[in-house]
């Protein structure tokens, strides 16, 4: 195995450093797996599984147990006793070997490792799943997920540690009505970041070199064309504008509940908290006639200055009144079939005589409605709001209204405290401000029951500190056209080199059994990370 540039890779051998063997479409699972057990959590964990583990196994197989396999696993690759060159038997050789053969004959033969097996691992990890158990290519950010629900689940049954939790971040959505100005907020817990990435062409003009592209980002997709015989044609994004994207506001259409109207909304995402590490699945997606395709847009990641920071989010802040409960709480319309509504609104007629229409006559289609429209024209409550389900009225009666909570918030209580205070005296200011004098250790966190389900009150995964900076720990890169077919690669930074030159450190990749140095040349990770499709950062703790 050579680089372009003709340089032989120079193999690597010894703990943390072995390859595992491609049993067929499997580099999807050795480069996750690769991934994970660069993280020093899990090393821990199944390094002492490994110790204490199989005393204590009460499983009848071993094949079928998944805390033997991956403690298994973690020996197997962070030992180093099976991270040693395969020297093949001359009969090897004849059979066709799978080192290469030497460019010059006077040089020595670059031997490569083995490589671990984990078939038995395969099959159990993929048992049950349509896809993970056959031999097809998979997307290595499926099966990571995957990975992390089954390690979860097994921890959880052996009632041990389970590791997965350093991934765990949440994200709040806030949601903010552009006419009654209040907000929304919603978080969901998550452990990998799916990030779309900007995709713009490259102008003819300037496909040699666009301006914003670095000499060494230039550089990488010129290797990258050659490499994988792909144009790149779109303009390289900073990770950092693509954060900035996923993060800054939106106009959406909203039911707002306390305007009780269809509205403009501004919608934004950030993080509530953020992670130990990192997992980043970078979206490259162009939808071509509604078919999601695969774009080689190359990304510019920082691999030791990414800071996280700038896209946090604090949560419901003073003098911001909430709505009075979720979109998803709030009564449901029936549902209108979507012909009979446009054509009845083709028509001419406005839409709430049309779901009208459709309630009274059971919906049985257009025609019908029609006919009663003509009929009830000229009825009084024509155009009043839908009757709705009682629980909802019985809702609004004890939430206060906004305004009376931004009243209260204005002498200086929160929104939480206002809200329990108007609830408890029946929606009176007067009566509410002279409530919460008189209960000052009062915060209004109990007994409110539109904030009992809140995400703020419940713990998240992740922390809430800053400054969140990360570095990058590893990165999954695919080549080919689809996440479904072509070949995943590794790379993992594993510290940085002794002085005595040598051995371990830098940036190391994971090739299937090969495992070399890539800190240069065509393999060199500054070249392959802007086309990864999974990151790993580590958070850096000064
Ligand atoms: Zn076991
Ligand atoms: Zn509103």
Request: hydrophobic share 30%.
């Given at each position: 195995m050579t680089g372009a540039d003709g340089k032989e890779l120079e193999p690597l051998f010894g703990p943390g450093l072995t390859g595992m063997k491609n049993l067929g479409n499997s580099c999807y699972m050795a480069s996750s797996l690769q991934s994970v057990f660069s993280l020093p959590v899990f090393q821990d964990r199944y390094l002492t599984s490994f110790v204490i583990h199989p005393p204590t196994c009460t499983n009848p197989s071993p094949a079928t147990c998944f805390e033997c396999q991956m403690s298994k696993i973690a020996d197997g690759l962070l030992s180093g006793r099976y991270a040693v060159p395969h020297v093949p038997e001359p009969s090897d050789a004849l059979a066709g070997s799978d080192t290469e053969a030497p460019a010059d004959g006077d040089k020595p033969r670059v031997h490569f490792q083995e490589g671990i097996r984990l078939a038995m691992f395969k099959a159990l990890v993929g048992k049950d799943h349509a896809e993970f158990s056959t031999m097809r290519q998979q997307d290595a950010g499926e099966f990571l997920q995957h990975l992390l629900e089954y390690i979860r689940r097994a921890s959880k049954s052996l009632a041990v540690d389970e590791?997965?939790?350093?991934?765990g971040f949440a994200v709040e959505e806030r949601l903010e009505c552009s006419q009654c100005h209040g907000v929304r907020y919603k978080t969901q817990n998550e452990e990998l970041l799916s990030l779309p990435v900007p995709v713009r062409k490259r102008e003819a003009m300037d496909i040699e070199a666009t301006p914003s592209e670095t000499s060494a980002g230039a550089e990488a997709r010129t290797t990258y064309e050659q490499d994988t015989n792909r144009k790149v044609d779109y303009q390289p994004v900073q990770l950092n504008d693509c954060l900035s994207n996923l993060t800054s506001p939106t106009e959406t259409e909203y039911k707002c509940p306390a305007c009780d109207a269809k509205v403009t909304a501004i919608k934004s995402t950030r993080f509530s908290t953020f992670p130990d590490v990192l997992l980043v699945n970078a979206a490259r997606f162009q939808l071509d006639g509604w078919v999601p395709r695969k774009v080689d847009v190359p990304v510019i990641v920082p691999f030791t200055d990414l800071d996280?920071?700038?896209?946090v989010g604090n949560g419901l802040q003073q003098g911001e009144n909430e709505l009075p409960a979720d979109e998803e709480d709030a009564p449901t319309e029936p549902q209108f079939d979507a012909d009979a509504m446009n054509q009845l609104t083709g028509m001419g007629f406005p839409e709430i005589r049309a779901k009208r229409a459709l309630l009274a006559t059971g919906h049985n289609g257009a025609e019908v409605a029609m006919n009663w429209l003509f009929e009830h024209m000229e009825d009084p409550d024509i155009d009043d709001p839908l009757p709705v389900a009682t629980s909802s009225s019985a809702s609004s009666a004890t939430e206060p209204s906004p305004d009376a909570i931004s009243t209260v918030c204005?002498?200086?209580?929160?929104p939480a405290q206002a809200r329990k205070a108007l609830r408890e005296t029946g929606d009176s200011i007067e009566r509410a401000v002279e409530w919460l004098f008189s209960h000052p250790d009062d915060d209004g966190s109990d007994s409110a029951p539109a904030a009992a389900g809140r995400g703020a009150e419940k713990k998240l995964p992740g922390s809430k500190d800053l400054p969140a900076r990360y570095r990058l720990k590893a990165f999954i890169s695919h080549k080919g056209p689809?996440?479904?077919?072509g070949h995943y690669v590794a790379h993992v930074w594993t510290g940085q080199a002794d002085s005595?030159?040598?051995g371990k450190g830098g940036w190391v990749l994971f090739n299937d059994e090969k495992v070399v140095r890539a800190d240069?040349?065509?393999?060199a990770a500054e070249r392959l990370s802007p086309f990864a499709y999974v990151y790993v950062f580590e958070r850096m703790r000064e």
């Open positions: 590791p997965t939790g350093i991934f996280m920071s700038p896209f204005e002498m200086g209580f929160t689809s996440v479904h077919s005595s030159g040598g240069e040349g065509e393999q």
